[in-house]
């Protein structure tokens, strides 16, 4: 594990222009996955569709037969040849000499066994026991089964001359029956009208009124019986003479289904011939069935004829494959390098992105390829949704983009596929755009079905297509797809937030709920600081919706910027109400610490309680590297300029990277500040705001915010209105002028260092 980690490290350390070794190897790994593995999924045996021509649309090309092929049937008219050819293939049975022998020597000596053994039995003292001996004998001999006490029934009934000649009358029915040929498959289950019979191997027809199966066999001796003894004696007689008999013509499953393989592979699979340079339809003709069939037939062809001809034929195909999904792929990554650099940089967020689009390519290709479902079952929007909502609504746009062309092309879509694609992955965007909370599925589920509903309803009418047709593949198809790919979005939308660190606006309101663990602690144990992230956060909602940010993120992260003050929160000014400053006890070396502790507390804090990392970065960089002037002034007047170290009066960092974690450090700033004054006009407030912006951008703290001259004017006119608020004027009753008065005396230098330091942490 060692050696491998200093072989990553030194990967690291090795340059290639201004980038790491290791940046451009997983940049390559994540495009050399898309590249390599979304052609496999997506391996069409036809290199030529004509996906874009159905029946009943218009033909936007000339199309000239390139060579002679056959006109391949429709499934409809091969699947009536073949029901017409199996009506002529026969069921085989075989003839077994065998058990019709066996029969006969049962029908024939049988009963003048029985008959003979009549004295014998009259006879015997111990009747029960000869009954049992001889019934025993006739399993042995005859493989007849019949209890010794149905055997004296038997005799009784043998005793009768007139019952033993009905009963040689019935037998010998039995057994011209048997030698006719009794079936050992019932006659229902014969589906074909031909049967055939193999008897010493000629094959003989068996005509209807022939056939006669076990049951009927049965059935037939039964009645006989029935016409001269009683039910219970027909029962008996049946034990003895008929339930041992067996059929002696076997169905020859194997020979049958044989016959039916050979039927079915002489059936042509062509009825017509297109010649060579053959017109097979001309531009703007409206395609009909025929022409369709000898469309497709083409298809077939040009996907035999490249396998027949060889490797290179499908080599130069992969090649072409491959090269389309490159492009398409340098498209992508050509719009992250030019205006995503951000993203592009991020080799997480280039994870994520590739794991989003690969989950969309793998359901298309199990639905369309392994599965073999129809394309409007593809859940495109899926991909959409997720992008706009994880990142921003231009990237979701572009990624719909690159999902519809890699539908359209590798997976051989077409037109239709690229169209629903885009128009639903456009409007799946819209559904998601500003997410407030996860009930919002209904309303993507609503948008979606209905751009849908819309894009079906036009192509059908562009292609005159019936109604009907178009409310089923609505149906069937784009509603469910609809309805699974809004839920599915929203059930995974929590995994890649968790796995990525991704807080989106429904994590963000989640968070801004005060009733949270942490803003609860915080207004219990430090309800000064928590009093400020409130208005904190009421400036920086204010400014962040007049450039355009995120005014729900900037609110969020001004509630969590100061949690770290928790740890000591007597030592900051905002908590000591009136009570004495404890940095007047302090040299301000440790006052420094002391100030600059609560942003690593503040992470760690953050960090325990789930914080995700989006809302961590306004701790550190709400105050940048900001220097705590009050008590750097401090320390100079106590040990001498030249026995300081400014570096030691700063804040850790970083300065603010994104327009709301600036947003909030200039919010922090202004209200601590502003706090200081009394009685402030509008004109004095301005001129306040604007001299504390501006001290921070000369500073140099916003520059790696992105925030431009005119973002910092409409900052600074957003947050007058929620300081006029603030210092809104009442009527002040004589105990609290005094109370005031009081404080002002005991925090005059408090309120002179935070002016000149321009936060509230001395």
């Not at 997410?435 to 309803?457: D, H």
Request: glycine content about 4%; hydrophobic content about 45%; proline content about 4%.
């Amino acid at each position: 594990m060692e050696n491998e980690t200093k072989f990553f490290e030194k990967i690291k350390e090795i340059k290639i222009g201004q980038r790491s070794l290791y940046d451009i190897l997983i940049k390559l790994l994540l495009a050399l996955v898309i590249l390599i593995l979304v052609p496999l999924m997506f391996n069409p045996q036809r290199p030529l569709k004509f996906s874009d021509m159905k029946v009943g649309s218009i033909s936007n090309r000339k199309i000239v037969a390139p060579f002679d092929f056959f006109v391949l049937k429709t499934e409809k008219e091969l699947k009536a040849e073949q029901d017409s050819v199996l009506k002529g293939v026969p069921y085989y049975f075989v003839y077994d000499d065998s058990l019709t022998l066996q029969n006969k020597r049962l029908l024939r000596n049988l009963l003048p066994f029985l008959v003979n053994a009549i004295p014998q039995y009259e006879k015997m003292d111990n009747k029960e026991e000869y009954l049992k001996n001889l019934s025993e004998e006739l399993n042995l001999v005859f493989d007849v089964k019949i209890s010794p006490s149905n055997l004296a029934v038997a005799f009784d009934i043998l005793k009768v001359e007139e019952n033993v000649r009905a009963i040689k009358k019935v037998l010998k029915i039995a057994e011209k029956l048997m030698v006719q040929g009794i079936l050992n498959k019932e006659t229902t289950t014969l589906a074909r009208p031909r049967v055939v019979v193999i008897k010493n191997g000629v094959e003989e027809p068996l005509d209807f009124e022939r056939r006669i199966d076990f049951a009927n066999f049965q059935k037939t001796l039964e009645n006989e019986f029935l016409k001269n003894f009683s039910v219970n004696h027909t029962l008996v007689l049946e034990y003895l003479f008929v339930r041992s008999l067996k059929p002696n013509l076997i169905f020859e499953r194997e020979f049958t289904e044989k016959a039916k393989e050979e039927a079915l592979a002489n059936i042509s699979r062509t009825k017509d011939m297109v010649y060579e340079n053959e017109l097979i339809v001309d531009k703007n003709i409206r395609i009909d069935p025929p022409t369709y069939q000898k469309l497709y037939s083409l298809e077939m062809a040009i996907a035999e004829r490249s396998q027949r001809e060889g490797r290179w034929e499908r080599l130069w195909f992969s090649v072409g494959r491959y090269m389309l999904m490159a492009a398409i792929l340098a498209i992508f990554a050509l719009y992250l390098y030019s205006f995503r650099r951000r993203i592009f940089e991020n080799n997480k967020m280039l994870l994520m992105i590739t794991i989003i689009l690969m989950l969309n390519f793998v359901l298309a290709a199990l639905i369309t390829q392994s599965l073999n479902w129809n394309n409007y079952l593809i859940p495109t929007t899926m991909g959409s949704m997720l992008l706009a909502i994880l990142i921003d609504t231009g990237l979701g746009f572009v990624g719909t983009v690159i999902i519809a062309l890699v539908l359209g092309g590798l997976q051989g879509g077409g037109f239709d596929i690229v169209l629903f694609s885009v128009v639903s992955g456009m409007v799946a965007i819209y559904s998601v755009y500003r997410i407030r909370n996860r009930n919002q599925i209904f309303k993507a589920i609503v948008f979606i079905s209905g751009a849908y509903f819309w894009m079906i309803l036009a192509i059908s009418l562009y292609r005159y297509l019936p109604f009907t047709e178009t409310l089923q593949s609505f149906g069937y198809y784009l509603l469910p797809n609809a309805v699974f790919s809004a839920f599915f979005t929203f059930m995974i939308l929590g995994v890649f937030e968790k796995a990525f660190d991704i807080t989106t606006d429904i994590t963000l309101l989640e968070l801004s709920d005060l009733n949270h663990p942490l803003l609860k602690k915080l207004s219990l144990e430090a309800p000064g600081t928590f009093h400020h992230s409130m208005v904190v956060g009421n400036l920086a909602e204010a400014a962040a919706k007049a450039i355009g940010a995120n005014p729900l993120l900037a609110r969020v992260g001004s509630y969590y910027h100061d949690i770290g003050k928790m740890e000591k929160p007597q030592y900051f000014v905002e908590n000591q109400m009136n009570a004495e400053n404890r940095h007047d006890q302090l040299n301000p070396n440790m006052s420094a610490l002391i100030l600059a502790s609560h942003v690593k507390n503040g992470v760690e804090l953050a960090k325990k309680y789930g914080i995700p990392k989006r809302i961590r970065d306004f701790i550190p960089e709400h105050h940048g590297t900001n220097l705590m002037s009050f008590f750097y002034n401090k320390a100079k007047e106590m040990y001498g300029e030249d026995e300081v170290n400014e570096s030691d009066y700063r804040y850790p960092g970083p300065r603010p990277r994104s327009k709301e974690t600036a947003i909030v450090m200039l919010a922090d700033a202004v209200e601590a500040a502003t706090r200081t004054l009394s009685n402030p006009t509008p004109s004095k407030l301005r001129a306040f705001v604007e001299e504390l912006v501006d001290r921070r951008f000369k500073e140099g703290e916003l520059d790696d915010s992105d925030l431009t001259f005119k973002d910092l004017k409409k900052i600074i006119n957003a947050f007058l209105p929620v300081l006029y608020g603030v210092f809104q004027h009442r009527v002040e009753y004589p105990e609290q002028k005094e109370k005031k008065a009081a404080a002002k005396n005991n925090k005059q230098k408090q309120e002179k260092a935070t002016v000149k330091n321009g936060n509230s942490d001395s």
